[in-house]
């Protein structure tokens, strides 16, 4: 059974037959932001998926592209469609806007390829965990607020346990983010022991520890996320969180280009079961 489409899947689907119908009609996007009274910026994120059009835009590319009528009325009925969102739509009131793009690509995903360096990844952590490093981030927040982001959060790793198609999630995890004592050292336990129940009893997730003896490797400036759809014609978006701001990325010189570090990575990571030794030594030691 197929995935139901979200808003944000949509928003791509739009974007991706805009940008093709623009080079089609040979225009550059500087003049078909020009056509239409927008910058290039504006038409670039249209056309990346991470800007609606809106009905007056649509309708001046469109016409600027001299686009078919099937393909016109097509697009239309898109742009008034409205699919659930699902974590996003439950929680918009919730998490920050500038999430509400990664959160739509991570429902609709058919896999994750993580790196994870400083801390673990939102998909495989506790509550605790997910209270402490919501604190850290949020210090004048209420306890009020900070349990509705946790909750929130918790509710993405619903995808793990959808039916019929779960996320399939890979994880290299830097040992930095088992060693960091998010909340505490009895949290950090109970971290761990999470991850082991996700290593050895959760198939659809994989995971990678990355030892400290293994000296520097090619991304320690950061961690970053490869996302996959079930769509082959969806292109693969790389997701970075930077201190300013979030960043995607889906030209295939760029995916190519992480997707190759990632290889990296997997290439010098201790395989899932020596993770799972790993893990266990590392919950000892605490």
Not at 245 to 250: E, I, K, R, T, V
Request: with cysteine.
């Amino acid at each position: 059974m197929a995935q139901p489409k979200s808003h944000v899947q949509q928003r791509r689907r739009i974007g991706r037959i805009l940008r093709e119908l623009r080079e089609a009609s040979g225009l550059t996007i500087e003049q078909a932001g020009s056509a239409i009274g927008r910058s290039d910026s504006t038409i670039s994120r249209i056309e990346n998926g991470l800007r609606d059009a809106h009905k007056l835009e649509l309708a001046g590319l469109l016409d600027t592209y001299g686009a078919p009528d099937e393909t016109r009325v097509m697009l239309t009925a898109l742009a008034r469609e409205a699919p659930d969102g699902g974590v996003w739509t439950a929680h918009e009131a919730t998490f920050p806007p500038d999430l509400e793009t990664y959160l739509g690509l991570e429902q609709a995903a058919r896999s994750l390829r993580v790196f994870a360096l400083s801390i673990v990844h939102s998909l495989l952590r506790t509550a605790d965990t997910m209270h402490a490093i919501i604190r850290a981030g949020l210090p004048t927040a209420g306890e009020g607020e900070i349990a509705k982001l946790v909750a929130a959060h918790l509710a993405r790793q619903d995808v793990l346990q959808r039916r019929p198609d779960p996320l399939d999630l890979q994880v290299v995890l830097d040992e930095a983010s088992l060693r960091r004592p998010a909340g505490g050292a009895e949290v950090t336990r109970g971290q761990i022991d999470q991850l082991i129940h996700f290593a050895e009893e959760v198939p659809n997730v994989t995971l990678h520890v990355l030892p400290f003896a293994k000296g520097s490797h090619g991304s320690l400036a950061g961690g970053f996320t490869l996302i996959d759809f079930p769509d082959p014609h969806e292109p693969e978006v790389v997701y970075c969180d930077t201190p300013g701001g979030n960043l995607y990325l889906q030209k295939p010189h760029d995916t190519r280009r992480f997707s190759q570090l990632y290889g990296r990575l997997l290439g010098v990571a201790l395989d899932p079961a020596d993770t799972g030794r790993f893990l266990r030594t590392v919950r000892q030691e605490m």
